[in-house]
């Protein structure tokens, strides 16, 4: 019983890596249809983002329940996006706050919980930039705004790494990797690693 999240910036090569290794696994990148209708700011829009991450988060429940392995493409939880957009100055710290808060909540509820295994995936400009171009089929016009973000994932799912040990891989792994070697996750919905967690990132949201 494993759920395994993939993540990366847009155009790293998460999806197509998820196809390859958990195509019948798979719980894909989706989004609300009416998200653009949405207002950028406020308590509504904090608890908007957290009821469609906490639906994607049930899915994957609900596939590891029936086939005992999910793989999601970027991770449920999500809390990283609002935090990194702080970082660079595109989403107003009030706001990660909001975020934070309906986050928390949804974990103490269950709702949302942390992955048994994390494998993010880092990209140099020209390679993502060119991956980007050659995808006729998903429209990426925010491309270099993620890609700007990237630093600042990279540096969310070391603190991860630290907070739930030994879960979190910088790389996509080419073979996929056996679920047997990931040890038993007893950290799924722990608050308190969540606090120590968040506290870590203490002194770096701007």
Wanted: with cysteine; proline share 5%; net charge neutral.
């Amino acid at each position: 019983m494993m759920i395994i999240v993939v993540e990366g910036i847009s155009a790293a090569g998460k999806t197509t890596w998820c196809k390859s290794h958990g195509q019948s696994n798979l719980i894909p990148a989706t989004f609300p249809a009416d998200r653009k209708a949405q207002p950028l700011t406020g308590i509504e829009t904090a608890q908007y983002w957290t009821d469609w991450n906490a639906k994607r988060w049930g899915d994957a429940l609900q596939m590891e329940r029936g086939k005992g392995l999910a793989i999601c493409d970027t991770d449920p939880l999500k809390l990283h996006y609002s935090w990194c957009l702080c970082q660079i100055g595109a989403l107003p710290k009030r706001q990660w706050e909001l975020q934070l808060q309906a986050t928390r909540t949804a974990l103490q509820e269950k709702q949302l919980g942390f992955a048994d295994a994390y494998f993010v995936k880092v990209i140099d400009y020209q390679t993502a930039k060119q991956q980007c171009e050659e995808d006729t089929c998903r429209v990426r016009d925010r491309f270099e705004l993620h890609f700007r973000l990237q630093p600042f994932l990279v540096h969310w799912y070391e603190l991860l790494e630290k907070a739930l040990g030994g879960r979190v891989l910088l790389t996509l792994p080419d073979d996929g990797l056996p679920p047997d070697v990931i040890p038993l996750n007893e950290l799924r919905y722990d608050i308190n690693v969540f606090d120590r967690f968040v506290s870590s990132l203490e002194g770096k949201t701007k």
